[in-house]
């Protein structure tokens, strides 16, 4: 699997929610809302696509490794995105547009936290997630080439 694919959903990943952000902290008009709504929905879009990729592709891949600790590593992200994804959900289905700018500040005090956790979590996935599916990819093309090279 080409983890450079996710990389690049990451970078695109924290624009969005970098730009939400930035807006939830100056936020005072109909149109900033509009905006932030806006921006809400191109990192939903962008959160489902990251996901299902993951889902379908990177997680199978590392739960039937060899290797114990690479299978308890995956088996933690799914865990752990859960409940990112539980309080992703809960966020975009609360911050309705009025929602927004009857009440700016706890908007933004709950953008500030939810990006945080985002952030923290593409970093990590690219600190040892992505890695572990690069070294599994690895020993799989080895493996493959071993095979072919005693044929």
């Known amino acids: 699997m080409d983890v450079e694919i996710l990389k690049a959903q990451h ?3 924290i624009r969005l929610a970098s730009a939400l952000g930035g807006l939830a902290e100056v936020l005072k008009t109909k149109e900033d809302a509009v905006r932030a709504r806006e921006l809400m ?3 939903n879009t962008a959160l489902i696509e990251h996901l ?6 990177l997680y199978p891949v590392l739960m039937t490794s060899h290797d ?5 590593l995956a088996q933690d992200y799914v865990d752990d995105m859960g409940a990112v994804s539980g309080a992703w959900a809960h966020y975009f289905g609360e911050w309705s547009q009025a929602k927004i700018l009857s009440d700016r500040n706890r908007f ?3 953008t500030k936290g939810l ?3 985002l952030a923290h979590r593409v970093a990590r996935e690219d600190d040892t997630l992505y890695p572990a599916m690069e070294a ?4 799989s093309g080895a493996a493959r080439s071993k095979g072919v090279a005693s044929s």
Request: proline share 4%; net charge neutral; hydrophobic share 50%.
């Open 11 to 13: 970078r695109r990943i």
């Open 41 to 43: 929905g191109a990192l």
């Open 52 to 57: 299902a990729i993951e889902d379908g592709e």
């Open 68 to 72: 114990p600790a690479v299978r308890q």
């Open 108 to 110: 933004a005090t709950a």
């Open 115 to 117: 990006i945080g956790a």
């Open 136 to 139: 599994a990819d690895a020993r």
